[in-house]
């Protein structure tokens, strides 16, 4: 069973950087394709990017590319989701979650609320 | 903006049957399969309905899910109070940039 543990609430000022992690057990992290997800408060689900297995990189959604960097430290089992030019617009849920390229979304992590705010 | 639009609410009485809808285009369910995750108020999304039909392990039978051409569907027969939720669908789109897209969501009410 994959478990994947979140990193705490952040509160950051506008044009900063956060950086999100995902801790992964049960698994290896070389062994699942790792996605990230968010939902502003009251909105819907929103894919930023993740692992493509076809393809063997990392892709983003065109809305954040040049802002978001998605990294594994695999000694650590643990990815990361940085992203970059804060706006309060990205005031959000963020969510990574793993599962087949077909289906990703099997797991999901608890969430990470990320406040922009001056 | 999501490209795969579903209406925003449903809702039934519990015992009832309740249908979602998920419309998309050739670029997204009509290429590729559809997925449905429900979401409780308050926690993470969870993979309800994978591959169009299928149920992962746990997930009562209650829950179905079918596709043609470019729309998909979600029923839920024998509607419980416990089925109040966010329902979303999702399918990876192969137009100029590939993106695993999300549904508009529903939201489920139980009378």
């Known amino acids: 069973q994959v478990q994947l543990v979140q990193s705490g609430a952040e509160v950051k000022k506008p044009g900063a950087s956060v950086k999100v992690s995902c801790k992964v057990s049960?698994?290896?992290?070389?062994?699942?394709?790792m996605h990230w997800v968010r939902q502003a408060p009251g909105k819907g689900l929103e894919w930023m990017g993740g692992f493509d297995p076809e393809d063997g990189e990392t892709i983003y959604a065109q809305k954040f590319q040049g802002r978001v960097t998605m990294t594994e430290d695999t000694s650590t089992d643990t990815a990361y989701m940085e992203l970059s030019s804060l706006r309060s617009e990205d005031t959000a849920v963020y969510y990574c979650?793993?599962?087949?390229?077909?289906?990703?979304?099997?797991?999901w992590g608890q969430g990470t609320l990320v406040t922009v705010s001056s | 903006q999501s490209v795969l639009t579903q209406p925003p609410s449903a809702s039934g009485t519990p015992g009832q049957r309740v249908t979602i809808s998920c419309s998309g285009s050739?670029?997204?369910?009509?290429?590729?399969?559809v997925n449905w995750y429900q979401q409780l108020p308050g926690t993470a999304p969870k993979l309800l309905i994978y591959s169009n039909n299928q149920r992962p392990s746990g997930v009562p039978d209650r829950f179905s899910g079918s596709k043609s051409g470019t729309s998909a569907s979600l029923a839920i027969s024998g509607l419980q109070s416990e089925d109040e939720a966010d329902y979303y669908c999702a399918a990876w789109d192969d137009s100029l940039n590939v993106n695993y897209v999300f549904g508009t969501g529903t939201k489920v009410t139980v009378l």
């Open positions: 979650a793993t599962g087949p390229r077909e289906y990703p979304g099997s797991y």
């Open positions: 049960g698994y290896t992290l070389t062994e699942l394709s």
């Open positions: 050739s670029s997204n369910i009509g290429s590729n399969t």
